[in-house]
């Protein structure tokens, strides 16, 4: 892990972007919910904010600090090394628009076993 580029101030995002990122996890269609588990919900916002890249830097470490945020407003921490995180986000920053469903079960899959109980 490389440290050093700074997130831009808030004011560099785009807001069209960042909500609709913000708002995959309860996309519907036809009244169900495309992503109908807490896990689907948090691969939805991890990806969304990775690959719709809302802001000029730091997308990323914002994906990862959203998806602690919605998890532990569920409930739930995933318990996890920083290190696993921080490839999933590469992972998905690489990867190509056509292997979306790929990468979706490949974090799901990765991401699934960690997701836990938060204590209160």
């Not at 974090?107 to 699934?112: E, G, I």
């Amino acid at each position: 892990m490389t440290f050093g580029e700074p997130i831009p101030d808030f004011c560099t995002r785009n807001n069209e972007l960042l909500e609709s990122s913000l708002a995959a996890p309860r996309q519907t269609f036809s009244g169900k919910l495309l992503h109908p588990t807490l896990v689907d919900q948090v691969v939805a916002l991890f990806y969304s904010l990775i690959k719709n890249h809302p802001f000029e830097n730091g997308n990323k470490r914002i994906a990862v600090m959203a998806i602690l945020v919605f998890l532990h407003g569920n409930n739930k921490w995933i318990s996890i090394k920083p290190s696993s995180l921080y490839e999933m986000a590469i992972f998905v920053s690489q990867s190509k628009p056509n292997e979306k469903d790929t990468v979706y079960s490949r974090v799901k899959n990765k991401m699934k076993p960690f997701i836990i109980n938060r204590d209160k």
